[in-house]
């Protein structure tokens, strides 16, 4: 005998044949019940989610609410690839209690964008620096992303490197955050100096030949404990990538060259194309290995930044004049500013030979032992800084 089917047309919701009333009976209301279940408690996990999720208050640009706000979205671990490194980062975790507030876009960078803003925390503000996974990463990126913040975990123990606060790696979006410092960018600080005519600025300071040195010590201390304690090389040493704040207090900063040389042992073209060649040394532009000797080159280059406040490295040859060839003849001028035993120290950063050059250790030492000769007068030097001139006469992108 022929199965006889009825379908409610109207509906379209009930299908069952007949003589399987009991069928419909248990299994249909069942699958309903497991199903209401199921939608009831992804509606409570995504309410106590976004309970224990830090807040954050951006700022007034549209385009940067998109980076942050929003309900957090756990992250995926495909096979578990993620999940080591995010057990690692668990104390670093930013709490629920803290506020990103006044969030605006500062720059775009290798892993998305870069925002400035205030950490709150018990009633207490930081200024901080934000640096997001963009969005749309696919596996690979959020891996590679975690392991940068894993090795900002590792090395901002020193003093003198940049300081990580917080991240977040088990909802989206990824972050860092990280320590800012005021003012902020030495490149920067060294240019306000020009601006500063009566040389009693609020942030002068007496910036004289003495405080190059004391600037310079910290530094070298940085790049010694990446490279003593990490077999880190920074890879892009410049007054661009350092950071300063009162009392002269300065941070190695700018550490994703050295986080990727590390990783791959090899430096990414593209990222080692945003090094200008006035920077570095001329094994690097031979394309050879990156040590730390290259690495003592550009801090040569950083002294000459500092005694002339900003200015750009071998101001009279055009970046595509920066050659072998030229580098081999080519004698740097002492700046005008530069006493004889500072202008010795650069010279003797950039021997040609990198097995001539010293290390950071003996760097310190040195410094250490000739501050005392240094000129305690304040620097100062009328001509302001042309951004678009200094820009073309580094060699740095438009």
Same mark, same amino acid.
């Given at each position: 005998?022929?199965?006889?089917?009825?379908?409610?047309?109207?509906? =379209?919701?009930?299908?069952?044949?007949?003589?399987?009333?009991?069928?419909?009976?248990?299994?249909?209301?069942?699958?309903?019940?497991?199903?209401?279940?199921?939608?009831?408690?992804?509606?409570?996990?995504?309410?106590?989610?976004?309970?224990?999720?830090?807040?954050?208050?951006?700022?007034?640009?549209? #385009?940067?609410?998109?980076?942050?706000?929003?309900?957090?979205?756990?992250?995926?671990?495909?096979?578990?690839?993620?999940?080591?490194?995010?057990?690692?980062?668990?104390?670093?975790?930013?709490?629920?209690?803290?506020?990103?507030?006044?969030?605006?876009?500062?720059?775009?960078?290798?892993y998305g964008p870069i925002c400035k803003g205030q950490l709150k925390q018990d009633s207490i503000s930081t200024a901080v620096v934000i640096k997001i996974l963009k969005d749309r990463s696919n596996q690979h990126e959020a891996k590679e992303f975690v392991d940068l913040v894993l090795f900002h975990a590792a090395v901002s123990k020193h003093e003198n490197i940049v300081k990580m606060?917080?991240?977040?790696?088990?909802?989206?979006?990824?972050?860092?955050?990280?320590?800012?410092?005021?003012?902020?960018?030495?490149?920067?600080?060294?240019?306000?100096?020009?601006?500063?005519?009566?040389?009693?600025?609020?942030?002068?300071?007496?910036?004289?030949?003495?405080?190059?040195?004391?600037?310079?010590?910290?530094?070298?201390?940085?790049? =010694?404990?990446? #490279?003593?304690?990490?077999?880190?090389?920074?890879? =892009?040493?410049?007054?661009?990538?350092?950071?300063?704040?009162?009392?002269?207090?300065?941070?190695?900063?700018?550490?994703?060259?050295a986080f990727k040389s590390r990783q791959a042992r090899i430096i990414d073209k593209e990222m080692e194309a945003n090094v200008p060649v006035k920077w570095q040394a001329p094994e690097r532009i031979m394309r050879h290995p990156l040590t730390d000797r290259s690495d003592v080159w550009s801090f040569g280059i950083l002294l000459y930044e500092m005694i002339t406040l900003g200015s750009?490295?071998?101001?009279?040859?055009?970046?595509?004049?920066?050659?072998?060839?030229?580098?081999?003849?080519?004698?740097?001028?002492?700046?005008? &500013?530069?006493?004889?035993?500072?202008? =010795?120290?650069? &010279?003797?950063?950039?021997?040609?030979?990198?097995?001539?050059?010293?290390?950071?250790?003996?760097?310190?030492?040195?410094?250490?032992?000739?501050?005392?000769?240094?000129?305690?007068?304040?620097?100062?030097?009328?001509?302001?800084?042309?951004?678009?001139?200094?820009? &073309? &006469?580094?060699?740095?992108?438009?």
């Amino acid at each position: 005998m022929a199965v006889q089917v009825q379908c409610n047309i109207s509906s =379209d919701l009930v299908c069952y044949e007949e003589g399987s009333g009991p069928f419909a009976v248990i299994i249909i209301p069942s699958l309903l019940a497991l199903s209401t279940l199921i939608v009831v408690s992804q509606i409570i996990w995504s309410f106590f989610t976004k309970r224990s999720s830090p807040r954050v208050a951006t700022g007034s640009h549209t #385009h940067v609410n998109a980076f942050l706000e929003g309900e957090p979205v756990p992250v995926g671990t495909v096979s578990g690839t993620l999940q080591p490194a995010q057990d690692k980062l668990g104390p670093w975790e930013i709490p629920a209690q803290c506020t990103l507030e006044g969030v605006e876009l500062f720059q775009m960078g290798h892993y998305g964008p870069i925002c400035k803003g205030q950490l709150k925390q018990d009633s207490i503000s930081t200024a901080v620096v934000i640096k997001i996974l963009k969005d749309r990463s696919n596996q690979h990126e959020a891996k590679e992303f975690v392991d940068l913040v894993l090795f900002h975990a590792a090395v901002s123990k020193h003093e003198n490197i940049v300081k990580m606060l917080y991240c977040q790696t088990r909802c989206t979006p990824m972050y860092l955050v990280l320590e800012a410092s005021i003012p902020g960018n030495l490149l920067h600080f060294l240019w306000s100096l020009r601006e500063d005519r009566s040389g009693t600025g609020d942030n002068l300071q007496a910036f004289s030949e003495r405080s190059v040195y004391l600037v310079a010590k910290q530094v070298a201390a940085g790049l =010694d404990y990446l #490279h003593s304690y990490h077999r880190v090389v920074h890879g =892009d040493v410049a007054a661009r990538n350092m950071l300063i704040s009162s009392g002269f207090l300065v941070k190695v900063s700018g550490l994703d060259l050295a986080f990727k040389s590390r990783q791959a042992r090899i430096i990414d073209k593209e990222m080692e194309a945003n090094v200008p060649v006035k920077w570095q040394a001329p094994e690097r532009i031979m394309r050879h290995p990156l040590t730390d000797r290259s690495d003592v080159w550009s801090f040569g280059i950083l002294l000459y930044e500092m005694i002339t406040l900003g200015s750009p490295p071998y101001p009279d040859l055009e970046p595509s004049e920066v050659l072998l060839q030229t580098l081999a003849n080519y004698r740097m001028k002492r700046p005008e &500013k530069c006493g004889a035993p500072l202008f =010795d120290l650069i &010279k003797y950063c950039c021997m040609w030979n990198f097995k001539d050059r010293p290390v950071y250790s003996a760097i310190v030492r040195l410094l250490d032992s000739y501050i005392y000769l240094a000129d305690t007068r304040p620097l100062c030097y009328g001509q302001q800084i042309d951004i678009c001139e200094y820009r &073309k &006469k580094a060699g740095l992108a438009p």
